[in-house]
């Protein structure tokens, strides 16, 4: 018999308190103290964890419940005839009424298979969702692809109502990070869909799966200082689109130092904390992280000796609150644009040589002017690298921009988006992007199924086989086109049209 402190949420008020319990009680026992806090007799109480029902001859420690642990108290509605409880694994038919099936909920962090009666709620369902997730119900938004349409659920309906049956899938929208993972070991990045109560060492896990580089040698880095395995994303209050630089090797256990790097550019001293064991690449790494300035425009130097990226700070003989010399100096490098996409052309190509510290407006302004296009449009041109649009006043080295590159110039068209987080996100497009095109850059960016979407001309669904500039030159401008999803309207805002 072990005491512990659990904690107990009411789904559907919001209510949270903790209350110390035995390992060996049993879910009806914890029914009888939920009843004396909150008056909400053990008969209509149904007590979820993990997303599932739990039963009241059952303990706590039968079902894996620790000290700390969160369960979920939801209402035992009278439309709700029978529930799925425990966790079999048969497709049965309830002798209380109901099937008891599988279903999957799919958002863009996972996917969780829950087992359930058709005739629990939706409200049931959120609360076993959350209990999987800890994705608050009131943030969720629950989709299902019937035959013929894609429906919001809505809480008070069963999954009978909707025809939800065994092996469905339905879609959940919910508030998550898109965070980028930066390597420069590798010259990789990629993006991780996330949620911000998520650890450290879960998005190591993440980049094990994807990267195969073992958790025990990943160190990550946010703001210039290493993350904590056992913090949350949301301890260090990571935003949408952050970015995570991403390092690896043998760690020997050392000492944290204090290093100390003075930037020559404006006498301005900084300091990191760092271990021995890593590289002049993972100093700049830090750096880049910290104050911004691109690996590739970094030049360190420590007793007046310019240092090597692959030689560690044991072989510099560098010790605690030493300080290296930062300066910042661009490279010559050759790229090559190619002109705005127009449909049954080749692209002409023309090569730039270039310094890896200008800005793409720097670029931009190098191209000659017979290469735009204007068509009566004022021209917002744009640089592309793939599908990425590169921020006007950021440099090549920003996004590792090298010698022999292909960038693209193109026109840019923008729509603004929102999102189940309220945040309204700016999506870049290109002229020759299909209708499905543009929906998958939004489901990317933005979360939001392809399935969910729709684009509009005066109420009318468009045509998915067309581009954005055959609805642009036949209607004369994109101002008429809607994007659609939730009962919300977004329309193009860009470009501009002349007169």
């Excluded at 958002?107 to 005739?119: A, E, R, Y």
């Excluded at 590792?400 to 292909?406: E, K, L, N």
């Amino acid at each position: 018999m072990e005491k512990m402190k659990i904690f107990i949420k009411v789904v559907s008020t919001g209510v949270f308190f903790g209350c110390v319990v035995n390992n060996s009680d049993t879910i009806y026992m914890i029914k009888s103290i939920i009843e004396e806090k909150e008056r909400i007799t053990p008969n209509h109480q149904m007590i979820v964890f993990n997303g599932i029902i739990l039963e009241d001859h059952r303990t706590l420690a039968s079902y894996s419940i620790e000290k700390f642990s969160m369960l979920y108290v939801a209402f035992k509605h009278k439309e709700i005839t029978s529930l799925s409880v425990g966790n079999e694994t048969e497709h049965v038919k309830s002798n209380q009424g109901g099937n008891e099936v599988h279903i999957s909920v799919l958002d863009f962090v996972g996917k969780n298979i829950l087992k359930v009666n058709t005739t629990n709620n939706i409200e049931l369902l959120k609360a076993m969702v959350e209990s999987k997730t800890q994705i608050s119900r009131k943030e969720q938004k629950m989709f299902f692809y019937s035959t013929h349409e894609v429906v919001q659920l809505e809480d008070g309906r069963t999954l009978d109502s909707y025809g939800i049956k065994e092996n469905s899938q339905l879609r959940m929208l919910a508030p998550y990070l898109k965070i980028f993972i930066k390597m420069p070991q590798v010259r990789n990045s990629f993006q991780l869909d996330l949620y911000s109560f998520l650890t450290v060492h879960d998005v190591k896990k993440k980049i094990w799966d994807k990267m195969g580089i073992a958790e025990d040698k990943q160190t990550l880095i946010y703001s210039g200082r290493s993350l904590d395995d056992d913090k949350t994303l949301a301890t260090y209050s990571l935003q949408n689109n952050s970015v995570l630089h991403a390092f690896f090797g043998f760690k020997d256990g050392s000492q944290e130092l204090k290093l100390f790097i003075h930037d020559k550019r404006n006498e301005v001293t900084f300091q990191l904390m760092v271990q021995k064991w890593y590289s002049v690449l993972n100093i700049k790494t830090l750096i880049e992280s910290m104050v911004e300035i691109p690996i590739g425009l970094q030049e360190l130097n420590y007793l007046q000796e310019n240092l090597k990226t692959w030689k560690t700070l044991t072989h510099y003989n560098i010790e605690c609150n030493s300080t290296l010399y930062l300066s910042v100096h661009g490279h010559p490098i050759q790229i090559f644009i190619k002109e705005p996409q127009v449909k049954g052309s080749d692209n002409n190509i023309i090569m730039l040589e270039v310094k890896n510290s200008d800005t793409i407006d720097e670029i931009i302004a190098m191209i000659p002017q017979e290469y735009m296009i204007s068509g009566g449009i004022f021209d917002p041109y744009c640089l592309f690298l793939g599908e990425t649009r590169l921020k006007n006043e950021l440099t090549l080295a920003h996004y590792d921009i090298a010698s022999g590159m292909f960038l693209q110039l193109e026109r840019s068209i923008q729509v603004n988006v929102g999102i189940p987080s309220g945040e309204v996100i700016t999506v870049d497009l290109k002229p020759m992007d299909l209708i499905d095109t543009v929906k998958e850059k939004i489901e990317d960016l933005c979360g939001i199924p392809w399935q969910l979407q729709t684009l509009t001309y005066l109420g009318d669904e468009v045509d998915k086989l067309y581009t954005l500039e055959d609805y642009e030159l036949h209607l004369g401008s994109l101002w008429n086109l809607r994007w659609q999803f939730g009962g919300n309207y977004w329309s193009f805002f860009w470009p501009t049209y002349g007169v």
